[in-house]
């Protein structure tokens, strides 16, 4: 169990210190803990049944409380799959169960962040979430970037893993486009029905919230646009390089048809065809091969067909 409570910042407290009055306090505790000291509580069977099936982003504000799940895809460095775990808001108390450790070391890293709103857990709260997505412009900024050497790549036809690497682009911007729009149904949850108390000050600050992730969700939804024009720019160049093995395959039939012709003619050596018995008779038909070639060529460049 980890124990902060809220003064101009976040401050930590020893599991065995009881938390100050008029101070909000903040709880992590592992699913087991959360049984053993909250199992007789009116919120238990909510949480818990939360607990069993966290796949997205969800507020539900009651009377008098807020319980929630969150589920954050993988970003940056962190790849090991989504972080989910649920939590319990009242005026004066936040609690965070967590089984995958992913609350812990972000609530560490925001004990020097500045909470000059932090006047009730629900001022928290959505510093917390807002702390979880404050460098995600930048994190977005890396997928186009990777986007645009795809561009570069599928122009200087050097893209011979392009399949996969867009297919795991564009799973990867599915999963943020999906928390980004939780997370703005969250902030409209919380916007419309926060806690009692804190109603009027913590309103707009939802609205502003909702407002910067459906932001966020806007550039997903871009890139993943920008994504499905790159790939059909690569099946345009696949396309393209098909045809132009189609059509130098259709030149080169069109060149040797006469010549198959002819080798079929003279194949069938009747005693009285030209040329059998002269003895230029193999040059001449050298010569009008030569020259049924040249004389296609001469018309295909005339047609531009080459080009």
């Known amino acids: 169990m980890i124990k902060y409570f809220l003064k101009e910042k976040l401050m930590p407290l020893s599991e065995t210190t009881d938390f100050p009055e008029k101070c909000g306090a903040i709880t992590v505790l592992t699913s087991d803990e959360y049984d053993a000291h909250f199992r007789e509580t009116e919120h238990y069977r909510m949480l818990k049944a939360s607990l069993s ?7 539900d504000v009651m009377n008098g409380f807020t319980i929630g799940t969150l589920s954050i895809p993988p970003r940056g460095k962190q790849r090991k799959g989504f972080c989910s775990f649920a ?101 409209e949850d919380l916007e419309e029905g926060p806690l009692s108390e804190i109603k009027e000050s913590a309103a707009p600050l939802f609205g502003l919230f909702t407002a910067k992730a459906g932001r966020l969700y806007s550039n997903v ?27 130098f395959l259709t030149i080169v039939t069109t060149i040797f ?27 001449i038909i050298c010569v009008l091969s030569l020259l049924i070639v040249l004389v296609e060529i001469w018309l295909f460049k005339i047609k531009d067909w080459f080009d």
């Open 53 to 59: 099936h966290i796949h997205y982003c969800k507020a």
């Open 87 to 187: 939590f319990y808001m009242t005026d004066s108390e936040l609690i965070f169960v967590d089984d995958q450790n992913f609350t812990i070391p972000l609530l560490k890293q925001m004990e020097d962040y500045p909470l000059s709103d932090a006047r009730s857990t629900a001022h928290f709260f959505l510093a917390f979430l807002e702390y979880l997505i404050k460098d995600d412009v930048f994190f977005l900024q890396h997928f186009e970037e990777t986007l645009t050497k795809l561009e570069e790549a599928i122009l200087a036809r050097n893209d011979s893993s392009f399949n996969h690497r867009i297919l795991l682009i564009r799973k990867e911007l599915a999963a943020l486009g999906a928390f980004y729009e939780q997370l703005q149904d969250m902030g």
């Open 221 to 247: 939804q871009m890139l993943k646009e920008y994504s499905m024009q790159l790939r059909e720019m690569h099946q345009t160049q696949v396309d393209m390089h098909q045809n132009q093995i189609m059509k």
């Open 257 to 283: 048809m006469p010549l198959t012709l002819i080798t079929g003619w003279y194949g069938m050596n009747f005693t009285h065809m030209p040329e059998l018995e002269s003895s230029y008779g193999y040059i």
